[in-house]
């Protein structure tokens, strides 16, 4: 499976998206381990629904942000979203 | 109780050894050697309160061990409160006493993820290991487990008998759907220092096993996480115990004493203080125990100059205590310890050619 615009990406089942209240940032946690986001990242967790393209995301999120550069923000969202692939944190096709 | 460390660490994890009760007898047990010598266990209430106190502290993972957690009648009523918190609710079991309506109970009150152990992929052996003829259960509970839709992970202790086994216990978690396999090699503490000579690989079972296991890791990665633990025996540098003495991980056992790690009560020269006469934070902070190798103060040489000593926190300290009677020493794991000997005398030595266990009493 390849990582692009068309990509439709779902968070996997076992990874829950908690408000750190300690810190005010937002976790994400799974068996054993739990990680940190920024703002950013954060965004785009909340937006892992399986309904969403990765394109689709990064367009929301350009309008969230006026005046953001629409392309900046999907190779945003594509790294972030490799980066959870590899973590093993995506649904399964 | 002396005075409140200015700052202390924030545990991340709470591990709740709700009992160490089990009906598995396995020889390299992280109970302690003489569960005779514990304490009655905590009540509902007071496991309720601790899991309210550890959230308070920071804690966000929560272990639900033992022991097996399974001979709890309240196991539900803890998941359903810990669940309640917040707290990602971790089961970890032998799968044994386990039926599938009470999966379900415990699915529907919070919990989250489901470990069980599995002690070979050969079922006679992993009977034979277990001193209790659960194999095969344990299999119809990782399914259970899978058609609830919960995440599962395949633990197996690594030792000699089953450490030729890697490729096949790979096949077995991958035909269970399991999302991860841990594969941990034995660690020589509690009822596998008392089997050390019985467990203890050698080198070429070690260094096969990693081979076999490396290839495995590549081809499942983002959809089956493989972790290999590598022995500290067989390397030059110690574990970084529970990244560190008090510092991520929380710990409470059956009779409610707070302690840093599974075998930490065997460390004979430290007092352990129980929830049952203080809150969980008043011991975090403050107990004498939790203080006594929190941070880098209490290092001696080696440790104290090393460059290393952020990294690994001078290794276990309950094998320091164990193979060199005092539990500030450098880990005898490390090259740099006076004591390295006490590693590598065992690990030159002739393995016996029979197998046969002391199993831990139950």
Known sequence: MSIDGPFVPRLAKKARLKLDRHTGKTMILYPERGLELNDAATAIAQKLDGVRSIAGIAEELAREHEGAPREAIEKDVVAFVTLLQAKGLLERP | ?362
């Not at chain 2, 390397?235 to 003495?245: E, L, Q, R």
């Open chain 2, 1 to 362: 109780m002396t005075e409140p460390v200015s700052e202390a660490p924030r545990p991340y994890t709470l591990i709740a050894e709700l009992t160490y009760r089990c009906p598995l007898r396995c020889p390299y047990c992280s109970n302690p050697t003489d569960l005779a010598a514990h304490g009655e266990e905590l009540g509902s209430e007071d496991w309720c309160r601790v899991f309210g106190e550890a959230e308070e502290l920071g804690v966000m993972q929560l272990h639900l061990t033992g022991g097996e957690p399974l001979a709890r009648k309240d196991l539900e009523v803890l998941a359903k409160h810990a669940h309640e918190l917040g707290l990602y609710t971790n089961l970890v079991t032998s799968g044994v006493p386990l039926t599938q309506p009470r999966l379900e109970k415990l699915a529907a009150a919070g919990v989250d993820h489901v470990q069980v152990s599995v002690q070979s992929a050969t079922p006679a052996l992993a009977d034979e290991i277990a001193g209790y003829a659960g194999h095969a259960q344990k299999l119809e509970v990782m399914r259970w487990v899978k058609a609830l839709g919960l995440p599962l992970t395949m633990n197996v202790v690594l030792h000699r008998a089953n450490l030729g086994e890697i490729d096949a216990l790979v096949a077995l978690a991958e035909q269970m759907g399991a999302d991860r396999l841990e594969l941990a090699n034995t660690q020589y503490v509690s009822w596998a220092l008392t089997n050390r000579a019985q467990l203890l690989p050698t080198r070429e079972q070690i260094e096969q096993a990693a081979l076999a296991a490396a290839p495995h890791r590549e081809r499942l990665r983002g959809t089956m996480d493989v972790l290999f633990v590598k022995p500290d025996y067989f390397g030059t540098t110690p574990k970084a115990c529970m990244d560190g003495w008090a510092r991520r991980f929380v710990q409470v056992i059956p009779d409610g004493r707070v302690v840093p790690c599974h075998a930490a009560t065997s460390i004979t020269s430290l007092t352990f203080d129980s929830v049952r006469g203080a809150s969980l934070r008043e011991i975090w902070e403050r107990s004498p125990a939790m203080l006594a190798y929190r941070g880098e103060a209490w290092m001696k040489e080696p440790c104290r100059s090393c460059d290393r000593r952020a990294i690994d926190f001078g290794g276990c300290r309950c094998q320091a205590f164990a193979l060199t009677g005092d539990a500030a020493n450098t880990d005898p794991a490390c090259s740099l310890s006076a004591h390295r000997g006490a590693i590598d005398a065992p690990v030159a030595a002739e393995r016996p050619e029979e197998r046969r266990y002391l199993h831990r009493g139950r």
